[in-house]
């Protein structure tokens, strides 16, 4: 990572790295070039730091773990274990009374005897000018920072949003489908193991994504108030919590369903948390990244249940591949001032163009993969004819986007894609392929068989007497 991203990244005194490194980042020079252009002792080194305190970044100790808070210094976001408490007439004062004192104060009218004084009209600044100490010291500490308290009832709701619930339940039932097309005797006891497995992965994915974005998080509305952006958990916490589901998870999968599953489902931790994650503030491929992350899950579900990667699980992941680009497309377009203030580098941000001209490109091909979904032998050749009206509406619905390329369509482009994947994977799960079952041979040739047969055992023994 660049110098200037990380120190615009940790700027305040604590730190996500550990201590006594003494590993220090100069803004135009860093220490080691200057230590031996100058040949500077341990102490002139810690004197040099000391004096140019502001040029420098420094990780200090281990507290990257513990319970933290986004703060804003000199325009750049960083985190400190807990967040100092104010003087009550420091910055509140200049953030609220200042504007009160700069306004042109009316004198109090004395009201007449038979004139009736109307009421202020509301939004009307009011006079502080003659506020109670004792009252006005109140209505500064409400405005004051509070740490939150967390009872223990707090804590499924917590775990919840910190998992992403509805995500992990999309997961989870793709995963399902995935299982329900293999086709293979369906077994219920292995159905609800890779099931369950899917999903804990799913809660470890999105609960180390959230930890390692809380900065950022912290600068969009529609995340601002997940579980660690408001400190209701500390990090030790986030991180503990995915470990318990990450662990029996991919223990799941390995053991009680078979090791591919299990690979699968590592492999999905790893790409969500390691590469598509920070890829977000990096590049806009994280779309076409998250779009894998998005396929893996009804593939592992077809693995669980044959324990191979065949022609209809590659299908189906494309089929969840290209679902998530108009998904998602269409999402972001009404999210693209909160993706800018995260500095998220999303298409609908830095290539509107692209992000409309890809949520078309993928709607048509759905189609196309519908249509070749007989040729795998995963459904039957109805199965492209059923899915064609629901796969050209939601095509019409990203030309539409791509054309007029306002909120409007882009959201009835999202909504149409909430019932079309349920849907599709419907319509194919109707039109699958039965396995054929070996035919039962007539009860007459059965009972020839067996008299032959003992026929045979008779005749043995009395070669044998």
Request: aromatic content about 8%; charged content about 15%.
């Amino acid at each position: 990572m660049p110098v200037l991203s990380l120190r615009n990244m940790y700027k305040t005194p604590c730190s996500r790295l550990t201590g006594l490194v003494g590993a220090t980042v100069n803004k135009k020079l860093t220490l080691s070039a200057k230590a031996a252009k100058c040949q500077l002792s341990s102490l002139s080194l810690a004197q040099l730091r000391t004096t140019d305190s502001k040029e420098w970044l420094t990780f200090q100790q281990l507290s990257f773990l513990k319970r933290q808070y986004v703060v804003r210094h000199s325009g750049a976001l960083g985190q400190r274990p807990r967040h100092k408490q104010e003087p009550v007439s420091a910055m509140l004062e200049d953030r609220g009374d200042l504007l009160m004192q700069q306004m042109q104060q009316v004198p109090t009218i004395q009201p007449v005897a038979g004139v009736a004084v109307p009421a202020p009209a509301p939004g009307t600044p009011v006079d502080l000018s003659n506020e109670p100490e004792a009252d006005r010291e109140a209505r500064l500490e409400a405005r004051q920072w509070k740490e939150l308290k967390v009872e223990y009832s707090q804590l499924p709701d917590i775990y919840a949003r910190l998992s992403k619930i509805k995500l992990t339940a999309l997961v989870a039932t793709t995963a399902a489908a995935g299982f329900a097309m293999a086709p293979v005797p369906f077994d219920p006891t292995c159905f609800l193991l890779a099931t369950v497995g899917t999903g804990l992965c799913s809660c470890t994915a999105n609960s180390i994504n959230q930890y390692f974005e809380v900065p950022f998080d912290s600068n969009m509305n529609r995340t601002k108030n997940r579980p660690l952006v408001r400190g209701q958990i500390s990090p030790l916490h986030a991180v503990s919590f995915a470990l318990a589901c990450g662990v029996p998870g991919v223990a799941l999968l390995s053991l009680a369903v078979n090791p591919l599953t299990g690979l699968l489902g590592a492999l999905n931790i790893f790409l969500y948390t390691s590469c598509y994650t920070p890829l977000k503030r990096i590049s806009i491929s994280n779309t076409w990244v998250g779009a894998v992350v998005g396929a893996i899950p009804p593939v592992m579900g077809w693995t669980a249940a044959t324990g191979a990667l065949d022609a209809g699980a590659l299908l189906l992941g494309g089929i969840l591949y290209s679902w998530q680009f108009p998904h998602f497309n269409a999402l972001s377009w009404n999210l693209r001032e909160d993706y800018s203030r995260g500095g998220y580098r999303m298409m609908s941000v830095t290539h509107p163009d692209l992000c409309r001209r890809v949520a078309l490109r993928h709607c048509l091909g759905l189609i196309g993969l519908s249509s070749a979904a007989p040729l795998t032998g995963l459904t039957t050749w109805t199965f492209p004819l059923v899915s064609l009206p629901i796969n050209l509406y939601i095509t019409y619905l990203a030309f539409r986007f791509y054309q007029r390329a306002d909120r409007q369509s882009a959201r009835k482009l999202f909504f149409c894609s909430l019932w079309h994947l349920p849907m599709l994977l419907l319509l194919a799960l109707t039109c699958k392929t039965r396995r054929a079952e070996p035919e039962a041979l007539p009860a007459a040739a059965t009972a020839a068989a067996a008299a032959a047969a003992a026929a045979g055992t008779t005749s043995s023994l009395a070669v044998q007497s």
